[in-house]
């Protein structure tokens, strides 16, 4: 293919990429180091109150906003360097929870609250995931053909099914008197408090991740069984190899290549993970890298966004994007090298 | 020898299907439990005791219910259309359509049925109940209490349907331009093999894994000022392009193509390049090879492709819920505005009847293309 006819092909998508990818890049780069807001002077101001026989006046200085000829607040962008990543990271704070080994302290902060939770729930949910995938992937295999379709039609609605929405009909099952609150409470024969405390809203969390990605897993790995080679299994058998054995020595080498891919797609979705604090209606307890940025953007009271502080926030989550990124772009080198 | 001996014991087998028993009743239960629960009064829905949240005792002496006839008449209503669908929808829409034109005649005919099933469903069946049900006696008294009402509240008087519509605007937008875009850029990806092309794809994976607030944290200042930075190039109209949804399907169309190119591509990638060769020899050029001779084979992967950005359209949350304002909104954040006010239990139960309506949709679309939503999750990895 000419260069000229790719050109024509990529061109049109590679100019979206550049246009709504690339580009906001580059401004919150630049917003994390700037900060916008209005100008304000000072000025003197003489307050008189009629008094006996003279006047009583009084002069204050006042800060008001400056307003330009139309009438509007006038305001000034001011490159500001690290001062917004200090504001967002709390250093000061930081350190005296370290100095103090005082967790709560620490936890209290909320961008490092953020990321205690971001990755926890990303190294939690990552075997769970994998595990569970796994089983259905077998219990699946293992069924027979006529129920096949049904059982993957009924996996595949976890999945399928908006993250809001997902989060909240689990979040309905457990709020208030909900029916497996009412369950649990008759199991363990205790009165529960599950929206109370944060421990008990990230296991619910996590049981939502799990059940919303495992069909994915699942099916991916089903795909992959069937493509096991039967000589081997059957070469096994004849030398004795037991049911175990066979899934540990054949089986799952085979979903090698499967089990990183669905491990590297799940890594970089959970670390994002923003739609359960939503669902959960738990940002006043369990906070998430992402849902901080939007937290940010969102006009407070005043109607006003905090651009700045949400630019910086966002700049730190990446920094973990490429850490986790950093393995899956040596191996994809590697195998476009070995393929030349 | 083989089926013998791999044969396995019964204590397996109990265990395997009793563990894909488990699992299905942990898939399908949170969603079929909010839509019961959405055909309920607030007393019933939020019950202790299932047995009262399926029968819902409070909504049948609230006066409405369904009787064992109603739901009769309403199942087979239901098992007819679906019937109908599946046997004889196709060989009409084959003979009716002009030739070349299946994709339309296929629209058409899921207007007509749609049309036809909710006329039957709520015109036609609540006025046969009603002369039946006191005549029957036992069989016409109300069994389960149920009623609608929620849904009236949700889509008339809180105005879903407008949400609906805004939601429909930018899922078709996105679907169609990711397509046109993606399917082009897939197919020069998977027939170049040169470096570029593979940069090309190792930055949209990097682009793909950008968590979605950066991207909108860079466009916020952007489109709330667009009206004064457009100004020199557009003149006195230029737009606001904040809370525009064309705005927003630019910014899905754009977040969704990294992984719309990926999947393309690999598709692309298994149809032989020596069709095209065979094309080009005959004299057509790069682009009439690519429209008479490839897209006729594509369209499988198309329709999957197609599929997952209607996902990301339609379940999107975060871009959605910042970049459109109050009158453009669409489903998703508007059940998040709908659930922040809830006060009472009522609130509560109008805002399920609006997950449920949101996930309707969805449901359907798994029925109708389960194979290929299963063939899209597993071309990305099997194939490589």
């Not at chain 1, 008189?48 to 906003?65: I, S």
């Not at chain 1, 772009?329 to 590697?334: H, P, Q």
């Not at chain 2, 001996?5 to 488990?22: C, D, E, K, N, Y």
């Not at chain 2, 749609?114 to 005549?135: E, H, R, S, Y």
Request: net charge neutral; with cysteine; proline share 5%.
């Amino acid at each position: 293919m000419k260069p000229k006819v790719f050109a024509a092909f990529v061109g049109p998508s590679i100019f979206m990429m550049l246009l709504f990818i690339a580009f906001p890049l580059v401004s919150v780069f630049w917003n994390s180091f700037v900060v916008t807001q209005p100008v304000y002077e000072t000025v003197e101001v003489e307050n008189c109150t009629a008094g006996f026989l003279e006047q009583t006046c009084t002069t204050e200085m006042e800060t008001r906003p400056v307003l330009d000829e139309s009438g509007e607040i006038r305001r000034q962008t001011e490159f500001v360097g690290f001062q917004t990543y200090q504001n967002v990271l709390e250093m000061g704070r930081f350190w005296e929870a370290v100095k103090d080994r005082s967790w709560t302290a620490l936890q209290n902060i909320d961008f490092w609250k953020a990321l205690r939770f971001t990755l926890m729930f990303t190294l939690v949910t990552l075997p769970l995931v994998l595990g569970v995938g796994l089983a259905i992937a077998l219990v699946i295999n293992n069924a027979s053909q006529k129920i096949k379709g049904p059982v993957i039609f009924l996996s595949l609605l976890p999945f399928i099914i908006t993250p809001v929405i997902g989060a909240l009909s689990i979040n309905w099952l457990f709020r208030g008197d909900g029916i497996l609150t009412a369950f649990l409470e008759w199991w363990l024969e205790q009165d529960l408090a599950l929206f109370a405390q944060a421990w008990t809203i990230e296991l619910m969390m996590m049981f939502y991740r799990v059940w919303h990605v495992a069909p994915f897993a699942a099916i991916v790995f089903y795909a992959g069984l069937q493509t096991v080679n039967q000589d081997s299994l059957e070469s096994a058998v004849i030398d004795g190899a037991s049911r175990w054995q066979r899934l540990r020595l054949i089986v799952i080498p085979h979903l090698a290549p499967l089990l990183i891919f669905v491990a590297m797609i799940h890594l970089m979705d959970t670390y994002r993970v923003f739609e359960e604090v939503v669902g959960f209606r738990a940002e006043g307890y369990v906070i998430s890298l992402q849902w901080l940025t939007y937290d940010f953007l969102t006009p407070d009271q005043a109607g006003n966004r905090s651009i700045s502080r949400a630019s910086a926030s966002a700049m730190l989550t990446m920094i973990g994007i490429a850490i986790l990124l950093v393995p899956l772009l040596k191996r994809t080198w590697r195998d476009h090298k070995g393929s030349h | 020898m083989t089926a013998k001996a791999l044969r396995q014991p019964a204590s397996l087998r109990i265990v395997s299907g009793a563990f894909l028993a488990f699992w299905c009743l942990i898939a399908a239960f949170p969603i079929a439990w909010i839509a019961v629960m959405s055909f309920k009064s607030p007393v019933d829905a939020f019950d202790s005791n299932p047995l009262n949240v399926i029968f819902g005792p409070a909504t049948r002496a609230d006066g409405s219910g369904w009787s064992i006839l109603e739901i009769g008449l309403g199942l087979a209503v239901i098992w007819v259309t679906a019937r109908l669908t599946v046997r004889r929808a196709p060989p009409l829409v084959a003979s009716y359509s002009p030739g070349g034109y299946v994709a339309l005649g296929w629209i058409v005919a899921a207007v007509l049925i749609g049309l036809g099933f909710v006329l039957v469903f709520f015109g036609l069946l609540p006025l046969v109940t009603d002369l039946l049900n006191p005549i029957l006696g036992p069989l016409g008294r109300d069994i389960i209490g149920a009623t609608t009402e929620h849904y009236q509240t949700v889509w008339i008087e809180r105005g879903f349907i407008d949400n609906f519509r805004n939601s429909l605007i930018v899922t078709t937008g996105v679907v169609t331009i990711s397509l046109t875009v993606g399917t082009l850029a897939g197919y020069g990806l998977a027939r170049s093999g040169s470096t570029l092309a593979f940069w090309i794809l190792i930055i949209a994976l990097i682009f793909r894994s950008l968590p979605h607030s950066v991207l909108v944290a860079g466009y916020l200042p952007v489109f709330i000022n667009s009206a004064e930075w457009l100004a020199p190039i557009l003149g006195e109209n230029a737009p606001t392009l904040y809370g525009k949804p064309a705005a927003v399907i630019a910014v899905l169309v754009a977040i969704n193509q990294p992984f719309t190119i990926w999947m393309l591509r690999s598709f692309f990638a298994n149809i032989p390049a020596d069709l095209d060769e065979a094309a080009r020899v005959d004299g057509c050029s790069h682009f009439k090879a690519f429209r008479l001779v490839i897209m006729p084979v594509m369209w499988p992967g198309v329709i999957t492709t197609g599929l997952f950005s209607f996902l990301l359209a339609y379940n999107d949350f975060l871009v959605t819920s910042l970049l459109l304002d109050a009158s453009n909104q669409t489903m998703v954040p508007a059940i998040a505005g709908m659930f922040n006010r809830e006060t009472t239990t009522t609130d509560q139960v109008v805002a399920v009847a609006a997950a449920v309506s949101i996930t309707a949709p969805l449901f359907l679309l798994v029925m109708v293309f389960q194979r290929q939503i299963v063939s899209g999750l597993t071309a990305g990895a099997v194939k490589g």
